[in-house]
C-alpha cells in the first residue's frame, strides 16, 4: 500500500505521489492565491478545553432536544427506551462524535475541508454543513416561540392560565389547580399524560400551561370534552395556525418582532468570537466553512458578512411563522436527519477503512500524545457503520436511512393532520437536498480524474495535497512524519495501491 509522501524543499513542502505505474511524481502544496495563509489570519483558538467542551456540548444540546427527550421516553416505553437509547449512544453517538472531533481540531479546518482526506467523499461535507444551514433556518423559530412566551410571562397573570382572551373559544377550560380545582370537578383526565394521544410532536412538553406543539390536550370534564387554555393559547395565539399546510395564511406579526430579537442577539454573539460562538455553534459551523471556502475576501469582512447572514434567515424564517408555519416547521423538523444515519457511514468508511484506522490513531496522538483505546478503533471499522446502516435502534416514525427503519415509513403528520401530496414532496425535497452534494461530487471527482475508473478511485481516495496539521510547522513535522509511515494492509487496498 502506498500513501503521500513529503520531504522539505527549501521553505515550502512538495509531495512524493507515486503515480499509477509505481513511479513517484512531485505534488507542490503551494497555492497560488495564499489561501493557507488567508485562512489562518484571524483565526481564534479555545482558551481552555473546557470551553472547547462545552461548545462540543452546545451544538449537540438545544432548547429542542431539552424539551423532545422526555416525550421520546413517554412515547417509547418509558424508563425501557433509556435502554436502547444509551447503547445508541455507546455504538454510534461516542465514536461519531471523538471521529468528528479529532479529524476537525487537527486539520483546523472547516467541516468540508476535512475531506481532502478522501476527496472522493467531499460531497458528505457539503451534505452535512446543509443539514446545519437548514436547522439553522427553522431552529430559530424555537427561540422566536420561546421569547415570546418569555416577554408573555411578566404579566401578572399569565395568559394561557386563564379562559378569558380573544383567542379562546367556548370548549376552553382554566387548568388552575388553586383551592379546591371547582373548574377541574368531575372526571378530568389529560390525554398526553395517560398515553392515549400523544400526538406527533417534535418539541413537546407535558407540563400544566406550557407549551403543547401538536398535542392533543383535550380535557373531558362531566362528560364535556373540553381543551385547556394553555393549549388554545398556544394554538390560537402564538401559532394562529391554519387548516393545513397548503393554506399559509399571514404572517404573525409578533413573532416576527422576536424573531428579529433573536437573530441580532445571534449577530451579537457571533461577531465577539470564538467565547461567544461556543453558545451558537450551528451558526458558526456554516460561517467557518464559508470563509474558509473565501478566505482573503470574507475573514476581511468577517462582521459585515455575519451581519447579512443573519438578516438573509428573518426572510427565510418568516416561512415558518406564519398561520401556516408550524406545518413548514413539522416538516423540515421531520426530514431534515432523514439521511445523516448514511452519512455518518461512509464517514466511518472514509476515515476507519480508506484512510486507515491506524493512520487516523497517529494522527490523534500527535495532538494529544496518545492513541485512541483500540476499542474506538473496533468501532469505527466494524460496530458503528453496522449499526449506522441496519440498526433499527432509531426512532421509528424518523424516516432515518437504515434498512429497519424504510420498512416502518410512515407519512408525516402534526397531531390530526395529515400531510397531503404536496407536503410529503416538499419534505421529500428537504430530505434529498440534504445529501445530493454527495453523490453529485462522486461523479465530478471522477470526471475531472483522468485515466481508468480504478485509477480514478486511486486517485480521489488519496489524501489531498493540503491534509494535515492546521499549524504550519506542525504540518512540516507532519509530512516528514509520513516517510517513516509504515503500510498497512486491509480490504480497500486495492484502491490505495
Known amino acids: 500500500m502506498a500513501t503521500f509522501s513529503p520531504t522539505a524543499n527549501g521553505d515550502h513542502i512538495v509531495h512524493l505521489m507515486p503515480d499509477d505505474n509505481g513511479v513517484a511524481k512531485v505534488d507542490d502544496d503551494r497555492t497560488d492565491d495564499g489561501k493557507d495563509e488567508a485562512r489562518h489570519e484571524g483565526r481564534f483558538t479555545w482558551t481552555s478545553k473546557r470551553e472547547y467542551i462545552l461548545a462540543a456540548v452546545g451544538y449537540c444540546v438545544g432548547l429542542g432536544n431539552i424539551w423532545r427527550f422526555p416525550y421520546l421516553c413517554q412515547r417509547n416505553g418509558g424508563g425501557a427506551f433509556l435502554i436502547p437509547f444509551l447503547l445508541a449512544l455507546v455504538v454510534c453517538g461516542l465514536p461519531l462524535f471523538l471521529l468528528e472531533a479529532a479529524i476537525g481540531q487537527f486539520m483546523g479546518r472547516s467541516s468540508v475541508h476535512i475531506w481532502s482526506v478522501c ?128 393554506e399559509p395564511g399571514h404572517v404573525v406579526w409578533y413573532l416576527v418582532v422576536t424573531l428579529a430579537v433573536t437573530l441580532l442577539v445571534e449577530f ?5 468570537g470564538v467565547k461567544s460562538t461556543g453558545k451558537l455553534t450551528v451558526a458558526e459551523t456554516i460561517l467557518t466553512t464559508l470563509c474558509d471556502l473565501f478566505p482573503r475576501f470574507l475573514h476581511r469582512y468577517r462582521i459585515p458578512f455575519t451581519a447579512v447572514f443573519c438578516a438573509l434567515f428573518l426572510p427565510l424564517g418568516l416561512t415558518c411563522i406564519t398561520q401556516g408555519g408550524v406545518y413548514v416547521f413539522q416538516l423540515m423538523d421531520w426530514f431534515i436527519a432523514t439521511f445523516i444515519p448514511l452519512i455518518c457511514f461512509i464517514e466511518c468508511i472514509a476515515i476507519a ?145
Open 119 to 246: 476527496p472522493l467523499f467531499k460531497g458528505c461535507g457539503i451534505g452535512s454543513n446543509l443539514v446545519s444551514l437548514l436547522c439553522f433556518w427553522y431552529y430559530n423559530t424555537i427561540m422566536a416561540w420561546a421569547l415570546y412566551y418569555l416577554v408573555s410571562s411578566c404579566q401578572s397573570v399569565l395568559p394561557w392560565s386563564r379562559c378569558d382572551g380573544w383567542w379562546n373559544t367556548a370548549d376552553c377550560t382554566d387548568l388552575n389547580l388553586d383551592g379546591d380545582a371547582s373548574q377541574l370537578s368531575g372526571n378530568v383526565s389529560l390525554a398526553g399524560y395517560n398515553g392515549s394521544s400523544i400526538g406527533a410532536a417534535p418539541y413537546d412538553v407535558s407540563t400544566l400551561g406550557t407549551l403543547f406543539l401538536g398535542n392533543t390536550t383535550s380535557l373531558p370534564v362531566n362528560g364535556t370534552k373540553s381543551v385547556s387554555a394553555a393549549e388554545e393559547f398556544w394554538q390560537h395565539n402564538v401559532l394562529q395556525v391554519s387548516s393545513g399546510f397548503e
Open 353 to 497: 477503512w480508506i484512510y486507515g484506522a491506524d493512520y487516523f490513531g497517529e494522527d490523534i496522538q500527535m495532538m494529544i500524545g496518545r492513541k485512541p483505546p483500540m476499542i474506538f478503533k473496533l468501532l469505527w471499522c466494524f460496530i458503528t457503520p453496522f449499526c449506522l446502516l441496519v440498526s433499527p435502534l432509531q426512532e421509528p416514525r424518523r424516516k432515518t436511512l437504515t434498512i429497519c427503519t424504510w420498512v416502518r415509513y410512515t407519512t408525516p403528520a402534526y397531531g390530526d393532520y395529515e400531510y397531503g401530496a404536496g407536503g410529503v414532496a416538499f419534505g421529500w425535497c428537504v430530505a434529498i437536498l440534504t445529501f445530493l452534494p454527495a453523490p453529485v461530487l462522486v461523479v465530478y471527482q471522477l470526471y475531472k480524474s483522468e485515466g481508468t475508473l480504478l485509477q480514478r478511485l486511486r486517485r480521489t481516495t488519496r489524501p489531498a495535497a493540503d491534509w494535515g496539521p492546521a499549524n504550519a510547522d506542525k504540518r512540516v513535522l507532519y509530512r516528514k512524519e509520513m516517510l517513516h509511515r509504515q503500510p498497512r494492509s486491509g480490504c480497500l487496498d486495492v484502491i490505495r495501491r
Open 268 to 272: 451579537l454573539a457571533l461577531i465577539k
